[in-house]
């Protein structure tokens, strides 16, 4: 591994709003890096998406989110000719990752490794146009009570997911609990392994939250606590079900915490400071 030598001649601190004036990939390393936690984090040798492939398109484009380490560029490629083939329409990816990681101005706390994608449960049998890359409307297949899923929830979104999870390179899929309960009920209970992959999270009603594996040989990449043992569905799934029915009201008595300020890595502010 070598480092590249920082021509900066004042230091550019690692804030959001600094991480999102960058405008090109730069490297640290001879090969593409993550570096950190997938929230607390960069990527150095980032790549672009194929903004040109025909079974995917890279919506708002113009936030320059469409970057990530060469597996992840990679696996979503794989993912959509799958799709493709599976006889589902056009893929949209929503974020991935900016030129050099690092955390969003807004929207994300994860997706700062270059290892995250957001993939939405809208397909298209036909292009979007440039517009309507811009500026694109989102398929929530989840209803009002966060419950249960709706009218759009359906066999191919379904298969999007298995395809998604059935791939060694994936980590976790973040759902809704209400999707990840349907996908669950779906699913014989025999043929549930795949599932212990799909986490529920809060939020997540539009679209499928795919996070990777660190890399083989990838030292700086901070790997993730293991998923617990189980496909997730029955006790688990309904806890979080059981949360929404009846949320916890807050303590008044209660003092609230201090939010912890998370600093990046050395070699994050290294990065930032690169020409």
Known sequence: MFITPILAAAAIT???????????PASLTESSQPIGE??????????????????????????????GHPILVEYIGDLAERAHKAGLPI????DMA???GGRFSSGHASHQTGLD?????????????AENLKKPWALTIVKDNFLETNKYYNK???????LAATDDRVGRIFVNAAIKNQLCNDTPEKERAWLHKVRPWWGHT????????????AVNCVKQAPIPAGDGCGPEVKSWLDAILHPKKPDPNQKPKKPVKKIPPAMCEDLINLK
């Not at 539009?206 to 040989?217: I, K, Q, T």
Request: hydrophobic share 40%.
């Open 14 to 24: 690692a804030t959001p709003a600094n991480w999102a004036k960058v405008s090109r």
């Open 117 to 129: 994608v957001d993939i939405w449960f809208r397909t298209v049998k036909a292009p979007l146009s």
């Open 98 to 100: 900016m030129p050099r």
């Open 38 to 67: 997938y929230s607390n984090g960069c990527i150095s040798g980032a790549v672009k998406a194929d903004l040109n492939n025909p079974y995917y398109q890279v919506i708002r484009q113009q936030n320059k989110r469409f970057y």
């Open 206 to 217: 539009a679209h499928m939250h795919v996070r990777l594996n660190c890399p083989e040989g």
């Open 156 to 162: 191919d979104i379904y298969t999007m997911v298995k």
């Open 91 to 94: 893929l949209l990816v929503g």
